[in-house]
């Protein structure tokens, strides 16, 4: 039998300090998560009094809420300052989900929380790490060919995992290559799966038998849980994080609807239009204290999404705060006339059962208008402008109305994340 690369012929004599720490913090999360609920709770409470103590700052209660905005001034204001046990610090930045990007600290500690709860969610999912794995994002970077090898821990992970650097190539290509290279696991984001299901339904592929897909970035809708179960056979487990802090929430193992709160690496709160605790299980405003983020620390942190939080979760039991209804970044969702919100998704085929459109996008220009802008390799046919606009009113609602406009390309801003969806800003 052939022995994987690298160091597991040194065991017993050598084994990795970062493999055992990952074994050892996995085990730990697990056990708080799945523990009786004062094991989390005195756990919390103490880093937080740590925490603020660190930080000078009042009771947690006196804080106030942090929006985006204050994020960024408060790196730009001061530097940051952690305990020797925090390790070295290294600046990140976030593209910004909600048009203001973000730069900030982060320490080797708070790094390795952050990885070892994805580790941590490969046991709660109870993943085979000896199955094939392919990852299509935009982190493996840009490379030759039309994948390649990512270096994973022998110890934590056997399997080889293909890579696939997701701006390099186009959705039909995506869907191809998942479709001849047959991943038991999908890593990849909701709109990039949204768009490779639509292709291999439209181009009749034959699409593998996937085991999960694990998404992440953005809100997955039950109707794509749907059609991944109907063209591959895979449940979603989707993962709810945001850059500043790290892992916030998991999909419990035993449902859609339900994400456990990662209560070792954050606090969340659920609030009305006036920061006040919302009711359990009533939707508001997610507002995250980043528990390890101590160089540019996250307190009360307003990410604009949007959720309901139960005290515990109601699919499974698990004694640790569960969120549910995430409708994700406030800014991809739509604010009808009678003031409810919903998510806005326009599909592959939608668009091009009307017309052979290159790319789009629709903003919301008031309460009740859109500027739909596309881009077409030919002049807009009256034909296809009628296809089109019967389409939006079908999907979005007949009480809005829609300014078709076919630009040259469109004006996607500089540095940011594309929004094929433009909301109203509150
Ligand atoms: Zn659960």
């Known amino acids: 039998m052939e022995i994987p690369r690298n160091s597991l012929l040194d065991w017993p004599h050598q084994v990795p300090a970062a493999a055992l720490h990952c074994l050892a913090d996995t085990d730990f999360l697990l056990a708080l998560e799945l523990g009786p609920p004062d094991w989390w709770q005195a756990w919390q409470e103490k880093r937080l009094e740590d925490m603020l103590q660190w930080l000078k700052l009042p009771t947690f ?71 094939s794995m392919a990852v299509i994002t935009g982190t493996p970077g840009p490379h030759d060919g039309s994948h390649m090898e990512l270096v994973a821990d022998n110890w934590l992970h056997p399997a080889v995992q293909l890579g696939r650097y997701s701006p390099q190539f186009t959705m039909q290509e995506h869907a ?39 998404t992440s970035s953005h809100t997955v809708e039950p109707a ?37 709160v990662a209560v ?78 919903r998510h806005v998704r326009v599909l592959a085929e939608h668009w091009l059962g009307c017309a052979d ?24 046919k009256e034909s296809e402008r009628h296809a089109l606009n019967g389409m939006l009113l079908r999907l979005i609602g007949s009480e809005f109305s829609f300014e078709i406009v076919q630009v040259d390309a469109v004006p996607w801003p500089q540095g940011t994340k594309r929004h094929e969806f433009v909301g109203c800003q509150e």
């Open 357 to 380: 459109v290159r790319e789009h996008r629709i903003v919301q220009t008031g309460a009740q208008s859109f500027r739909v802008e596309i881009v077409l390799n030919h002049k807009l």
């Open 176 to 214: 191809k290559w998942v479709c001849d290279h047959a991943p038991h696991y999908l890593v990849t984001t909701p709109a990039t799966l949204s768009s490779i299901i639509s292709l291999i339904e439209i181009h009749r592929l034959s699409a593998p038998r996937v085991w999960q897909v694990l």
């Open 61 to 131: 209660s006196h804080l106030p809420i942090q929006r985006r905005q204050d994020y960024r001034a408060q790196f730009e204001a001061t530097s940051p300052r952690v305990p020797p046990e925090h390790g070295r610090l290294v600046t990140f930045q976030s593209s910004g989900s909600s048009g203001v990007p973000v730069r900030f600290w982060r320490s080797e500690l708070a790094t390795r929380v952050n990885v070892s709860h994805y580790w941590a969610d490969h046991r709660r999912q109870e993943r085979n790490l000896h199955a």
């Open 224 to 260: 794509l849980r749907d059609r991944a179960r109907r063209v591959f056979g895979a449940s979603i487990r989707d993962r709810y994080s945001c850059e500043e802090i790290g892992p916030i929430a998991f999909q419990c193992p035993y449902s859609d609807d339900y994400y456990h």
């Open 264 to 341: 070792a690496n954050a606090m969340v709160e659920v609030v009305d239009h006036h920061g006040q605790a919302q009711q359990p299980g009533v939707a508001g405003n997610v507002l995250v204290t980043g528990l390890h983020q101590w160089a540019t620390p996250a307190l009360r942190y307003d990410l604009g999404d949007i959720a309901a939080l139960h005290p515990h979760c109601p699919a499974c039991g698990s004694t640790v705060p569960t969120l549910s209804n995430l409708l994700g970044r406030k800014f991809f969702l739509l604010k009808s006339p009678t003031g409810g919100l």
